[in-house]
């Protein structure tokens, strides 16, 4: 019997709950011993069969020495990094939904594990119920894995899903996604891009093997993005995607990371991710593309992906796993004016023929997109690639023959 | 330093002497320690940098202590299944990219592990190098599986892709595939979807405890699909795909299992799955659909997978994980007659309108279908749900009335 306690009893934390019931018997099959829920950490009181289990004071879990797994579904930073810390310390495994701590905290706390032979498992942090970081850890251990790109935000894309089927505004998909419990009341960390940066951050500092830390990674979210954009991407072939990705760079080991919407085309595997679904792209040296797709969030599939680590612990007890990265207080990576890339540029032109030749002077290998009704003094096109700073400079440049951008979007080639 | 030895040196295997080589730094991270291919069993001559390793003699490995690990990508039963038995029973470990020998002796290959206490890993046999096995059994931990349904052969799937994109006929569409190395010059296993069963059957042993057999899953291949067939599909808005699937019945825990060509929407995620790439999708009962695509096959993907089961073991030496499945000689699987579902129908039908009344009188819910240029003795349409005995009595019905069935293909609903 493995006994464990739940640090939190939200979403996550009372889908846990649920899963270890209903599931009895299929955990019990592959976790060879049955797991209990012994303790429920939470402020709140709650009307649940299983009010007894409830209490407000961490130190009834960390005193107590038949639990031996903690799964921390708290969210934030504090105390759940603390919590998690003494639990570690007292050789403790922690198990956490918790994306906030993992890529702010990651190395840390994996160290910490390793030195206490226990384990610090963090599936559930990124792509909800999709497997994602054990595949990616254990059966793609044998490439080099030098490429990741994904849609991790499942509020954003059921946002933008609803701008391209349904020509809806930014601000009306938005209300709609409140209104159906997809989008928060405040909903800058999902439609501002730093969700999907926090996990982009765990899967580069699990993949390159150095924390890669959310500050450093330029984020860009999806509120600007008008009903133009999507016409011009139509047009183009192709659908927006909010796209956290992250490359190493051969020459320096640098990585290539960032999350910005982006033109992705008709025919990627990423494009057809609708709704409040995720998909992970993952690109080895050996196995070539390899796509894992699912429901992003969610109470059960995210704690299907929490008690799936609990069993994982439950079949292996007091031994440590290999799941590591190194702590990295350097920025290690590239400066975003120095990435290289194609863009979409929409401008307002008044006027008409002469804008179009600026642009072709300036960007010699300009391709010019048109939309239904697309007014006269409007202008889109995709500039070629080229650096971050070298396209500011020449974006700069046509300001100052008039044109004003309106958008600039960038092309990813997954 | 943990030392291999690879049976077999065709695609898969001299494929794992390469990544082995080739990633060597990447493995040694992961693994905790290097690895070595120390023997490859071979019965031909090959003029490579390591021909020193080659033997023509099994005993070579299995008298070897040295040898911790035997990579077996011989393919076929024999000597495949007698090489496994003796290494597993001298407590050497056995990694497999075997499909063949999986699908039909894999309970008693795992049961044998067991006992000698090391492991029998097959991540390989399935979807090439997209991880499928171990995030099945490891990450979907907390789910019921319910439901298992995949493209799983790349070379039907690039016939099919063909057939659609380009308007090939089968037979073009397979010479190609021929050109390209993509399909072998007896195509039988592919074409008629044993490769495929081999796979689900896997598959559904895995998620269900029980050995599926081969023999006992109605296998239907895609030789039959025509041109016409192919515009229909595209006129109800999908594709036609070689769908292999199992799914669990509620009542009695017996196993609904088939291969055959199908229509699938174009909103499904299989309908996207292109060329020779597979995909798998996997229904939880917590977390809802999860889909995993990439390469099903060659040389890289499917040796990468291969080197992962192979970290997996060195990471942890000497232990037995629960990867298993029952021996179960009777057919746990339902009769294709019971099976339920939709179908598409087409018919040579002379007589015009009478031929659609009596469409009409014998199936009450059919929806005609039309395409391009459709003759005027030609009707085609899709049956509704109903059981598989049933829409045979009335396609015999039919064909009492001198309506000819041309084609017949299954709906899922994915």
Chains 1, 2 share one sequence.
């Not at 994306?99 to 909800?128: D, I, P, R, T, W």
């Not at 349904?166 to 209300?175: H, T, V």
């Not at 070298?390 to 080639?413: C, G």
Request: net charge negative.
């Amino acid at each position: 019997m493995v006994k464990i306690a739940v640090l939190g009893h939200g979403v996550v934390g009372s889908g846990v709950c649920e899963v270890v019931e209903t599931n009895q018997s299929s955990i019990l099959r592959r976790a060879g011993q049955p797991i209990e829920v012994k303790r429920i950490l939470d402020l709140r009181d709650f009307d649940v069969p299983y009010r007894d289990k409830l209490t407000k004071d961490f130190q009834d879990i960390l005193q107590d020495e038949e639990i031996s797994i903690v799964v921390e579904t708290m969210g934030g930073t504090h105390p759940a990094y603390e919590y998690s810390v003494a639990a570690l310390k007292r050789g403790k495994n922690v198990v956490t939904s918790n994306k906030e701590l993992v890529a702010a905290k990651g190395a840390a706390l994996l160290q910490l594990a390793k030195e206490h032979n226990c384990n610090y498992f963090f599936e559930a942090s990124v792509g909800g119920g999709i497997p994602i970081i054990r595949p990616m850890h254990l059966c793609l251990a044998a490439n080099e894995i030098n490429e990741i790109a994904g849609i991790l935000n499942g509020t954003t894309n059921f946002i933008l899903t609803k701008m391209f089927k349904e020509g809806m505004d930014f601000a009306s998909a938005l209300s709609q996604a409140q209104e159906l419990g997809y989008a928060e009341r405040d909903p800058s960390a999902d439609v501002e891009g730093w969700d999907a940066c926090r996990k982009i951050c765990i899967l580069a500092s699990l993949a390159f093997g150095r924390q890669v830390h959310p500050e450093h990674v330029y984020t860009e979210g999806i509120t600007r993005i008008a009903p133009e954009d999507v016409e011009y991407a139509e047009s183009w072939g192709g659908v927006i995607k909010l796209i956290a990705r992250a490359r190493r760079r051969e020459e320096d080991g640098l990585v290539e990371c960032m999350v910005s919407p982006a033109f992705v085309h008709g025919e990627s595997q990423l494009a057809g991710i609708d709704g409040v679904y995720n998909g992970v792209l993952i690109r080895g040296n050996a196995t070539g593309d390899v796509v894992f797709y699912g429901k992003g969030a969610g109470k059960l599939p995210t704690a299907s992906a929490v008690v799936a680590d609990v069993i994982d612990i439950a079949k292996s007890p007091g031994t440590s796993k290999s799941l590591t990265w190194a702590e990295c207080d350097e920025n290690i990576t590239v400066e975003r004016r120095e990435l290289k890339g194609d863009s979409y540029v929409r401008l307002s032109a008044p006027e008409g023929g002469m804008a179009r030749r600026t642009v072709e002077r300036l960007f010699g290998s300009a391709v010019f997109l048109t939309r239904p009704k697309q007014p006269a003094d409007e202008l889109a096109f995709l500039s070629g690639a080229m650096e971050e700073s070298a396209l500011e400079n020449k974006l700069a440049a046509l300001e100052q023959e008039n044109l004003t951008l309106l958008s600039r979007i960038r092309l990813v080639d997954y």
